[in-house]
């Protein structure tokens, strides 16, 4: 058996022989197993256990079988006390979820304090089993079938190839003893009612359930190794990548890869879409402009063929300024700001043309002026047409994205009158003419002044 372990580790090249390694220790025969055959492969290691104080006594009896395993055998052992119900109360997560985020959490902490390469946890080919069938049964793709990786970067699992009777036999055979978690007993969770419920049921119908299910789940993670290399082709072929953070890609070259639900999978799940997002993006694929999904850290928009994806911005925390007077204003975070100077007209004098300037009839203006973000229902006069126009259908004429319309700024005076569309055009109300006797110029810059 430990040779068997060994040649694992050294196949998948998971732990260094000379580095310091963090054994997770819950004090279940797993987690046990996992520490003594660290010890016995000769490996130096620190005990990590941690009490989330959701079984009371046992709680605190897991501990104390803890300290006293690691005091037997030599092992720094880290505590640390988890109030698992208060964060998952606080962070609307469930009970397993708080754990597994406090646990994690933790380990890479004191992974980092003490230096160690790797947290070494005991999942095994019996949890492989588990999960597998737990993806499939919440709906899964092909990556949902490889089960549980050996790595994932310093979280590393020596022990699937292992099954659980071979780790309890082990144990018998060192007279070792461990402690049970009653909660495991109980077919209360979706993993405990596969475990107690639906593998006894599929046993039964095949004694080899478990180590096909493990078979089926190797054979589909070299398969997704080349999947992964095709798709990775596709998606570079796809994709753009913009100012700001963004990238975009269109419909057209999408639906020509020869995956191309795959491929838009491999390319949002990168931007925290979720599965159900993306089988109802890849379903309005080929949909008109307008569409827009959020995920937790980007938004995407289909905008004329091609979807946009840009970093979840604040753009409704934009501030609305006010301008008094002539002067310079800064108008956000991160340094843009709007100089607004009055002058008298001169014999050469020629309306700017420049994007980010607009010269205006000041006499035509009421101060106070203000900057803001356009809205909805925004309609100006653009200069050089009769009649207003809505800022929207003026933005979507320009052929201007979902983002840009979202970003676009708008300069108002006392009343009510948009003088300006920052960066496209200005007003025809208060346009120059030759009769124009004073100067309003505008302008905005959107770096700071040490850019």
């Known amino acids: 058996m430990l040779s068997k372990v060994r040649k694992y580790i050294a196949e998948h090249r998971l732990l260094g022989k000379d580095a310091t390694h963090i054994v997770a220790l819950s004090g279940g025969a797993d987690s046990v197993c996992l520490l003594r055959i660290m010890l016995q ?10 009490n989330f104080h959701l079984r009371g006594a046992e709680s605190d009896r897991d501990e104390n079988f803890c300290k006293q395993l690691c005091e037997k055998l030599g092992v720094p052992l ?24 406090l646990r994690y959490t933790y380990f890479e902490q004191l992974r980092i304090a003490i230096g160690a390469e790797s947290i070494v946890v005991a999942h095994h080919s019996d949890d492989n089993v588990e999960t597998v069938l737990m993806n499939i049964i919440r709906g899964t793709g092909i990556h949902g079938l490889e089960g549980i990786k050996p790595r994932n970067g310093h979280i590393i699992r020596p022990l699937l190839c292992l099954s659980r009777s071979e780790i309890t036999d082990y144990l018998t055979v060192l007279a070792q003893p461990y402690v049970t978690d009653s909660s495991n007993l109980v077919d209360d969770v979706v993993r405990n009612k596969i ?21 089926t789940a190797r054979n589909v ?73 959020l995920s937790s850290t980007h938004t995407i928009a289909s905008d004329r063929g091609t979807f946009l994806i840009e970093p979840n911005s604040h753009d409704n925390d934009l501030p609305s300024i006010t301008i008094p007077e002539s002067g310079v204003y800064i108008y956000n975070k991160v ?72 970003k676009q700024l708008v300069v108002e005076d006392a009343d009510g009158n948009i003088i300006w569309l920052i960066g496209e055009r200005t007003s025809q109300k208060a346009s120059c003419t030759d009769n124009t006797i004073k100067i309003l110029t505008l302008r905005y810059f959107d770096k700071p002044l040490t850019q």
């Open 41 to 50: 492969l000769g490996y130096t290691v620190h005990g990590a256990h941690c």
């Open 78 to 101: 880290h505590l640390t006390h988890f109030d698992t119900k208060t964060y998952s109360e606080l962070h609307k997560v469930s009970i397993e979820m708080a754990a597994r985020q």
């Open 195 to 215: 475990r107690l419920t639906l593998i006894p049921m599929l046993e039964s119908i095949n004694p080899a359930a478990k180590e096909n299910i493990n078979r």
């Open 221 to 293: 993670a070299e398969a997704v190794k080349v999947i992964d290399a095709a798709v990775d082709a596709s998606v570079r072929e796809c994709v753009s990548h913009n100012e700001g953070g963004g990238i975009s890609f269109t419909t057209e070259k999408i639906l020509a890869q020869p995956s191309p639900e795959q491929t838009l999978f491999k390319i949002l799940t990168e931007y925290d879409f979720t599965p159900q997002q993306i089988r109802q993006i890849y379903e309005n694929i080929s949909a008109p402009s307008g569409r827009v999904w």
């Open 335 to 406: 340094g843009a700001r709007i100089s607004v100077e009055t002058t008298e007209r001169t014999d050469d004098f020629t309306p700017s043309r420049e994007t980010m300037c607009a010269t205006l009839d000041a006499d035509k203006v009421r101060f106070p002026l203000t900057v803001r973000k356009a809205m909805q229902g925004d309609s100006f006069c653009p200069f050089g047409m009769k009649g207003k126009k809505l800022i929207s259908d003026y933005l979507t004429d320009r052929k201007r994205s979902y983002f840009q319309k979202k």
